[in-house]
T-cell receptor, first 116, second 116 residues
């Protein structure tokens, strides 16, 4: 079974530009979450999508947005890029939790975004 | 507000030693707790998931325990090997309304180095 895939793996942009990152979850997984990882702040939750609906959102400005398609693939978009947006962006997927206690989140390799 | 702390931030041990990594959290109303490892520049690999109703989980040389009342979890690694060198992250999950997985709140991690 293929794992979570993210494209592109590396991206270099300049301030003010916008960027779109893509995530394909494991087949059969309907929940997709996005995280930002930086050396200073560590891993921080961005948002979660479940059945094409944003179910949960972290404490990030409105420049960060996302969506999920009917095949569970997800994209996140960052507009008006700032230097501080340089980070590793990780996507994670999980199944519909069939039992109480949730389910394991499986992470992709990430997209390394550098803003110059 | 849930906060997750991991101590120590870094640990160096000789090969073959048994070791314990610590994780503490401030709010005991958790849904689950996961341990991950992250190799440099890579995504996260899930190691163990402990549901809130469980006390421990085991996988091979790894054993994770959970004590919700004291807000603590430990990851025990038996007979450490150089291949275990990585950053180990603890993450607390909370259930989101609507049945979705919700988001994970991560500690900053413990960087483990196992010397041959």
């Amino acid at each position: 079974k293929a794992g979570v895939t993210q494209t592109p793996r590396y991206l270099i942009k300049t301030r003010g530009q916008q960027v779109t990152l893509s995530c394909s979850p494991i087949s059969g997984h309907r929940s997709v979450s996005w995280y930002q990882q930086t050396p200073g702040q560590g891993l921080q939750f961005l948002f979660e999508y479940f059945s094409e609906t944003q179910r949960n959102k972290g404490n990030f400005p409105g420049r960060f947005s996302g969506r999920q398609f009917s095949n569970s693939r997800s994209e996140m978009n960052v507009s008006t890029l700032e230097l501080g947006d340089s980070a590793l962006y990780l996507c994670a997927s999980s199944r519909l939790p069939e039992t109480s206690g949730g389910d394991t989140q499986y992470f992709g390799p990430g997209t390394r975004l550098t803003v110059l | 507000k849930q906060e997750v702390t991991q101590i120590p931030a870094a640990l160096s041990v000789p090969e073959g030693e048994n070791l314990v990594l610590n994780c503490s959290f401030t709010d005991s109303a958790i849904y689950n707790l996961q341990w991950f490892r992250q190799d440099p520049g890579k995504g996260l690999t899930s190691l163990l998931l402990i549901q809130s109703s469980q006390r421990e989980q085991t996988s091979g040389r790894l054993n994770a325990s959970l004590d919700k009342s004291s807000g603590r979890s430990t990851l025990y690694i038996a007979a450490s090997q150089p291949g275990d060198s990585a950053t180990y992250l603890c993450a607390v999950g909370r259930k989101n309304y609507g049945g979705s997985q919700g988001n994970l709140i991560f500690g900053k991690g413990t960087k483990l180095s196992v010397k041959p």
